[in-house]
């Protein structure tokens, strides 16, 4: 099982800044098979990324992934009000469920 | 438009069994592996079981269950089943469907539906 670590739990930011969340892992990431969700309270997750760095569609690009290996990031270079929510990855194909515990982005 | 509805959540006492729905529409069910996962109330994103495409001949669980929930599909009515049995207080959750994009990357998600299990 590959254990992912992501950091920091919180991260309090103004609008417009820019937001840089981490995720480890244990074990290596082999082809880059790391996804990006995000979740609003009282909503469903929603995929963001996935292959490290490919944009699901529709999402804008203010948002960019990066890494390899054990050491994954999620940029948000710009935040906008509705980009404040909980930022989960994942490394997929791997061993089926495979979740970090999430990064919460909330407004300073 | 990708749509899916999950139903079937309630209260139940330990001990208890629920079936959970997950109405789709909006693309070729049939063809997609699908997949439960829950969220225990202020936690993170729990992967529940996975199905396979077409008949669905092939099913995972995680370890935690211990045998307890069947996931199936129904093709012909576009649904996706999880039957819970001996349910437990730490089976609280609100439970989502969610369709693999591929391997197990799921691009789309139901609104989710709420199971409290207490006595």
């Known amino acids: 099982e590959n254990v992912l670590t992501q950091s920091p739990g919180t991260l309090s930011l103004f609008p417009g800044e820019r937001a840089t969340l981490s995720c480890r892992a244990s074990?290596?990431?082999?082809?880059?098979?790391l996804a990006w969700y995000q979740q609003k309270p009282g909503q469903a997750p929603r995929f963001l990324m996935y292959?490290?760095?490919s944009r699901a569609t529709g999402i804008p690009d203010r948002f960019s992934g990066s890494g390899s290996g054990t050491d994954f990031t999620l940029t948000i270079s710009r935040l906008e009000p509705e980009d404040f929510a909980v930022y989960y990855c994942?490394?997929?194909?791997?061993?089926?469920?495979?979740f970090g515990q999430g990064t919460k982005v909330e407004i300073k | 438009e990708v749509q899916m509805l999950e139903s079937g959540g309630d209260f139940v006492q330990p001990g208890g069994s629920l079936r959970l729905s997950c109405a789709a529409s909006g693309f070729t069910f049939s063809v997609y592996p699908m997949s439960w996962v829950r969220q225990a109330p202020g936690k993170g994103l729990e992967w529940v079981s996975a199905?396979?495409?077409?008949?669905?001949?092939?099913?995972y669980y995680a370890d935690s269950l211990e045998g307890r929930f069947t996931i199936s599909r129904d093709n012909s009515k576009n649904t996706l089943y999880l039957q819970m049995n001996s349910l437990r207080a730490e089976d609280t959750a609100v439970y989502y469907c969610a369709r693999h994009r591929d391997h197990d990357l799921y691009d789309y998600w139901g609104q989710g539906t709420l199971v409290s299990v207490s006595s």
């Open positions: 292959a490290a760095s």
């Open positions: 074990r290596t990431v082999y082809n880059n098979y």
């Open positions: 994942q490394h997929y194909g791997h061993s089926l469920g495979t």
């Open positions: 199905i396979s495409s077409g008949s669905g001949e092939s099913t």
